[in-house]
Structure formats: C-alpha cells, structure tokens
C-alpha cells in the first residue's frame, strides 16, 4: 500500500484511531467498532482523532485573507489585520481603554462583518452608552453573558466573524470550583474559547486585565495558550497610549500603535515622531533619540536628571529604559567619558509613556545623561542614534538610512552617529567613534569631532 493513501481506522464509540484494523477497539475494549475512515476530508466534531500525519510537502496552506480592523494602527500591529479564527489577547490596565479600543474596531468590521461583542463587565446600556461617544455602532451585536458555556455555545450557533470577550475575568465555568478571574477559571476560558475559535472560524478577542504589580491573574497565565497577546500602556491620566504585541503568531512583535484618547474615542497617530520627537530648545538635560520599533524608526526625546546624592548606592531610575541597560549607560559615561556619576541619582524618562528595548537608543540617552550631568544643553536641532559597547566605542545601529529619513522627515538639521554611518542629502552628519567624542560633539565643548 502507498504510504500517502494510508487509510484510517477510527473506532465509532471512542474516537481512538489507528494505521491498521482492529477486531476489538484497543482504546475502549469494544469489539468491531473500527471502520475505515477517508483521510481526507475531516468531519467535524471528531477531526481531531483522526487527522494523519502529513510530510510538510502535503500540507496545504489556505493563508485565508486578514480582516482589517478599521483601526489601521491595530492592524499594524496585529502584523496587518486580524486572522481569522484566531485568539487574541489585550491586556492592560483598567481605564487605559481596551473597551474602546474594541469597541472602536467592532463598529468598524460591523459594516461588512458579523460582530459579537460578549459583555460581563458593562451592562449593554452602558456599551451602547460608549458606542454613541464614538459616533454610534448599530449593527455590533451584543450579549451580556458571564457563563462560559452559554458563550460558547452561542459562537458554536452564530458563527460571527469577530467576537470580543469583556473580559476574561468575568467568564465563569459552573465545573470549575474557584471563582470568577481565578487563575484556573481564565485558563479554562480561554482554552475553550481557543477550541471554538478554531472549530467554528471565529476570531475572538479576550479583553484582560492586568494592574500594575501584575498580581491579577489573567494575561500572564494566558500567554502561551493565545495567539497574540496585545498590550495596551498608557497612563490614564494622560491622553496617549501605546499597543504593541508582546507575543504574535502571525507578525513580528515590534511594531508599535500609537493612540491619543479623546472625548470621541482613540485617534490613531499616525506620526508618533511628531509628537514625542520634539525637545525645547536649549534645555538641559534633553535629547533626541532616533530608535526603531519594529518596522518604524520613531523619533522619542529623552530626558535625564542628575543631583548629587548621599547615599551610599546613588538611584538609577528609568522609565521607558531597560534599567540594566541604564546601568550600564551610566557605567560607561562614569568610566569612559569622565562624567562624575558615581555619586549622583540618575533618572531617565522616554517621551509619551514609551518603552525603548533597543540598543540603537543608547547614545541619546547617554547624551541626555551627560547634558544633564554638564549642565549644558545640546546643541540645538540634533538628534542622535548608536549603540555604546562597554569599552566606550560607538556600535553602529542597525538600518541606519532609514533613522536618518525620519529625522530629515521631522526637520531635523543634524544628526549624531557612530562612525562609518552612510550620509544623507539634507542631514549635517556629525560622527563619532567613542562616547567621550560624542557627548564633546553634541554638548558643543569641541567642534573637532565633527565630520
Ligand atoms: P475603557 O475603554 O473603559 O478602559 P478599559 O476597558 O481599558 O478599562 O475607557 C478608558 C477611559 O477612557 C475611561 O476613563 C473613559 C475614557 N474615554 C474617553 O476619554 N473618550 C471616549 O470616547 C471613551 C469611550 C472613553
Ligand atoms: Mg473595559
């Protein structure tokens, strides 16, 4: 026999499946329940069991078409629109506006999609309340539902394209002895609802909560199970906020979306650099990064404080910086740029509430530093990339050309580099091989390094 046509015996009492035929079903004990089953269609229901094993080179991939959001910075970040029949998680802390955001993004597909909004926190008052701030939303169904099983159930019947879930920690199977927004409760929420996304192409969207110090269980335990896992930052207070994909099956995770919420609802901004790339001129202790995220270079000023201090172990506090990478930012401008920062708290802060996790970001956060430290300011109109090795020597950032695109995008005149960075038509390129020569370079003290 042909091992590509291998035939299937599956016994029609258990479901056990087998490459030969049995007499007695050696899953259950039951005599004669095993038939041949056609590999090739999979019946539904009882799929699962009996699918054979394939060579890569059978396999056939349906890529199904991505839906697009309508929120085109929640695509962006997805990888380029939502795929269907997958789960995806967003999480973030309460009021940072994952209900809107959701919502925002159901009203959009509702226009040529069937969309399901599974409600457990907000009456449907209340989300049609929130739909009229974002301009109405009429044909996003709604179900107020907390039992798990009548929520799977009811995607098992509808089908509809999209459904969000708000949120997981509402959902409560009756089986499971713990309650509501346990961890055990979320976890079988979620593996369900990943069943029926799956079986009945539905894409599901778990809204999570997390808090600050991360205790809630919710997202963390979830992480492995889902397809993507969306955070949404931001401070509640202010208006901007941050998605990106801590985790995505069908994208990269560095991309970023960046929001402002408004009294009708999130605005997408589509040039973030515009926003968070601008420093006051002649303001010490500023500095302008230009940094990739994901596909993305993105302009970010950073700032820097540093005071004298008593303590015996001066503070290294950072937000938006790794604070090991800030350590050894600090490290290498005390050792190898002359700056007097042992005995001095050091503080640094991203612009707009940003997480920066790439080297290429270090120098400008050096150059904040030693502002700061000097207390002079930069020169005026500079921004600067590279990454600092801890011998003092500058690294070359990667994809160079398109940093200096973005900052001749944003009107910058000059820009810092690491030595060997290629130049650009409408950018005075100052380079520099070690920190010492830059933090000299941008501070102005000499005017040697340049060229
Ligand atoms: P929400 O989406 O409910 O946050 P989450 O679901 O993450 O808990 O909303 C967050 C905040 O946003 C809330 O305090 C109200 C505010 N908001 C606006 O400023 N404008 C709007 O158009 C909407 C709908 C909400
Ligand atoms: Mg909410």
């Known amino acids: 026999m042909a091992k590509t046509a291998a035939?299937?015996?599956?016994?029609?009492?258990?479901?056990?499946?087998?490459?030969?035929?049995?007499?007695?079903?050696?899953?259950?004990?039951?005599?004669?329940?095993?038939?041949?089953e056609s590999t090739g269609g999979r019946r539904d229901g009882e799929g699962l069991a009996l699918r054979p094993i394939l060579r890569l080179v059978e396999v056939e991939v349906e890529e199904a078409a991505r839906i697009a959001t309508g929120v085109p910075e929640l695509d962006r970040v997805l990888g380029g629109g939502l795929v269907p029949a997958s789960l995806v998680l967003v999480g973030g802390e309460p009021g940072v506006g994952k209900s809107t955001l959701l919502l925002m993004a159901l009203r959009a597909m509702s226009v040529d999609r069937r969309v399901l909004l599974v409600t457990g926190e907000e009456s449907p008052a209340q989300?049609?309340?929130?739909?009229?701030?974002?301009?109405?939303?009429?044909?996003?169904?709604?179900?107020?539902?907390?039992?798990?099983?009548?929520?799977?159930?009811?995607?098992?019947?509808e089908r509809p394209d999209v459904c969000v879930i708000d949120s997981v920690q509402t959902l409560y199977a009756a089986e499971i002895g713990s309650a509501p927004g346990s961890v055990a409760q979320v976890r079988e929420a979620a593996a369900r609802l990943l069943r029926v996304a799956k079986e009945s192409g539905v894409a599901v969207f778990l809204v999570g909560h997390v808090t600050k110090d991360g205790t809630v269980a919710g997202p963390r335990v979830l992480e492995h199970l889902v397809d993507c896992v969306l955070q949404f930052e931001g401070d509640r207070y202010r208006a901007h906020r941050i998605l990106r994909a801590a985790k995505n099956r069908f994208g990269s995770t560095n991309e970023l979306g960046v929001f402002e919420m408004t009294g009708t609802g999130l605005v997408g901004v589509p040039d973030p650099s515009e926003l968070f790339g601008r420093s006051e001129a002649g303001e010490v202790g500023a500095a302008v990064a230009c940094a990739l995220e994901g596909t993305r270079p993105i302009l970010l000023e950073i700032q820097a404080l540093v005071a004298a201090t008593d303590l015996a172990m001066p503070r290294r506090v950072a937000t938006g910086v790794d604070p090991k990478r800030?350590?050894?930012?600090?490290?290498?401008?005390?050792?190898?740029?002359?700056?007097?920062?042992?005995?001095?708290?050091?503080?640094?802060?991203?612009?707009?509430?940003?997480?920066?996790?790439?080297?290429?970001?270090?120098?400008?956060?050096?150059?904040?530093?030693?502002?700061?430290?000097?207390?002079?300011?930069?020169?005026?109109?500079?921004?600067?990339?590279?990454?600092?090795?801890?011998?003092?020597?500058?690294?070359?950032?990667a994809q160079a050309e398109r940093r200096l695109e973005e900052c001749a995008k944003l009107g910058l005149r000059a820009v810092l580099a690491p030595a060997g960075t290629p130049g650009h038509p409408t950018l005075a390129l100052s380079e520099a091989g070690t920190v010492r020569e830059a933090v000299r370079t941008a501070l102005g003290e000499a005017q040697a390094a340049a060229g």
């Open 127 to 157: 989300v049609k309340l929130r739909a009229a701030r974002l301009g109405g939303a009429a044909a996003v169904e709604v179900m107020a539902e907390t039992e798990l099983e009548t929520v799977c159930s009811a995607l098992e019947r």
């Open 7 to 36: 035939s299937l015996f599956a016994c029609s009492e258990c479901g056990y499946s087998s490459g030969r035929w049995f007499g007695r079903c050696p899953g259950c004990g039951e005599f004669g329940t095993l038939a041949a």
């Open 326 to 397: 800030l350590a050894m930012i600090v490290a290498v401008l005390t050792r190898h740029a002359g700056l007097p920062l042992g005995s001095a708290d050091v503080f640094v802060n991203v612009a707009g509430g940003v997480r920066i996790d790439e080297p290429g970001a270090d120098l400008a956060v050096a150059l904040a530093i030693a502002s700061a430290s000097r207390g002079v300011a930069m020169r005026e109109g500079l921004a600067a990339f590279g990454e600092l090795g801890l011998t003092g020597r500058l690294r070359p950032a």
